[in-house]
């Protein structure tokens, strides 16, 4: 089976950009084709997509996500994280190990990749527990699982606390040429807090947590990059000192990559109100200094992805005390959408951002998406000019823990490619 979208701008930052046909072969794109050159003859085999009016992206890559299956399928299961992926524009995913069991061996691996196979939405790439357990005491069969199909390893949910084990779970990845996802986190620091330090916090009666408790383990996690040459990734970075040291990291040339949410450069701890938990999460929301600054690490490089740190939590789990609730918002369905807004409000480009959610984290995970013959035809399509408004009762996620109901937004994802095969979308 062929099949050919025309119509769309192509935008592939570094590699084209412009009106171009793209023709895709089985699983496999086959040719890039400019719109005067003679097209293969129409047939049975042969279906035209018109996709006039939508730019088409390398496939977006949700770096951070959690699926919660094995053990928490109540709040998602692989196949509607899967789904809810296709339908926020994400060709693929990384799926953290905080699952029950934890991802630390080559079972749990497989079978992640088995539940993500027969979903048929976006590819899930699964991430390695650290240590044994995400306990933070032995490192766990970070070799074994790199074979089953991990692409990274993290104890996310949870910091590595040793850094001895650190050192030693870099020193290992390094050999393997994975990247560490390293989420920051000072517990002795955070000491039960539930959301950012600060005036709103005060007033409020919640219990704070400082930018420090993020800051310090950035720092600590940079030098021992520094020690042992790995490749260290961090997560949902949320304040401006540790984008300060991550700027300063990489202009000494220490292989550090970073994250941060889009809740980071849309929301501050202004927002937090009416004891509402749809609006905690692990980091919390920051200061407005704060979400300057993360804006800031965006436009200048700093920041290299914006991941959703997609957290499904029941209603029950949300619905208690704030400084009871779970922690976790999710985000695949409106990720795409509020990191628009970055280019509608001029700080970022359109290229910029395409860089931020499909090429920047293809390539920490060393994976090739370039639209260019002979790699996979894993595609986005954007409608930029579509307005609507988030609403949670229409997601595909089993949850509903947002911050963002009600917010008016403008462009989404309008279908989603994987493998050749449309996995979201008018032609799905
Ligand atoms: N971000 C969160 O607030 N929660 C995450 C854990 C994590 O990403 O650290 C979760 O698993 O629920
Ligand atoms: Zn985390
Ligand atoms: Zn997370």
Redesign the pocket.
């Given at each position: 089976m062929r099949t050919l979208i025309k119509g769309a701008r192509v935008l592939d930052p570094g590699n084209v950009d412009g009106y171009k046909s793209i023709l895709i072969n089985g699983q496999t794109i086959e040719a890039v084709l400019d719109p005067a050159d003679v097209m293969p003859e129409n047939g049975t085999d042969f279906k035209v997509i018109d996709a006039t009016g939508l730019v088409l992206v390398p496939g977006l890559m949700d770096i951070?996500v959690?699926l919660r299956e094995p053990g928490h399928e109540y709040k998602e299961t692989i196949a509607t994280g899967a789904a809810a992926a296709a339908r926020g524009g994400f060709t693929a995913v990384c799926a953290?190990p905080?699952t029950r069991p934890v991802n630390d061996n080559s079972q749990v691996t497989a079978f992640i990749l088995g539940k993500a196979k027969a979903a048929k939405g976006a590819r899930v790439y699964p991430v390695g527990a650290v240590t044994k357990g995400s306990a933070g005491t032995q490192l766990s069969e970070i070799q074994d699982m790199q074979q089953a199909g991990i692409k990274a390893v993290s104890d996310?949910?949870?910091p590595v606390e040793n850094a001895q084990i650190m050192r030693r779970a870099l020193e290992y990845c390094r050999g393997l040429s994975i990247p560490v996802f390293v989420?920051a986190?000072d517990l002795s620091l955070v000491n039960g807090g539930a959301m950012n330090e600060g005036p709103p916090a005060t007033f409020q009666g919640i219990p704070g947590i400082p930018n420090a408790a993020e800051a310090v383990m950035v720092a600590r996690d940079i030098l021992l990059s520094r020690l042992t040459g790995a490749h260290v990734h961090f997560?949902?970075i949320s304040c401006e000192e540790s984008i300060d040291l991550i700027r300063k990291a990489k202009h000494q040339g220490i292989r550090v990559t970073c994250e941060t949410a889009p809740h980071y450069f849309t929301l501050t701890d202004a927002d937090v109100k009416g004891y509402d938990a749809c609006f905690?999460?692990?980091?919390p929301l920051r200061s407005e200094k704060d979400r300057q600054a993360v804006i800031q690490g965006l436009a200048d490089g700093t920041i290299d992805v914006i991941a959703s740190?997609h957290?499904?939590?029941s209603k029950e789990e949300k619905d208690l005390e704030f400084d009871r609730a779970?922690?976790?918002?999710v985000g695949l369905e409106t990720s795409l959408p509020l990191s628009l807004k970055l280019v509608q409000n001029n700080h970022l480009t359109l290229e910029n951002l395409i860089l931020k959610m499909a090429k920047n984290p293809a390539k920490i995970l060393g994976i090739n998406n370039d639209i260019t013959p002979g790699n996979p035809a894993d595609l986005s399509l954007i409608d930029l000019k579509e307005k609507g408004v988030i609403d949670p009762s229409r997601f595909v996620s089993k949850s509903r823990n947002t911050p963002f109901a009600g917010m008016t937004v403008q462009g989404r994802a309008a279908a989603t490619m994987v493998d050749g095969n449309f996995v979201f979308g008018l032609w799905a």
């Open positions: 951070h959690h953290m905080n996310d949910g949870r989420h986190e997560c949902h905690k999460m692990n980091p740190d957290a499904p939590h779970a922690f976790g918002i």
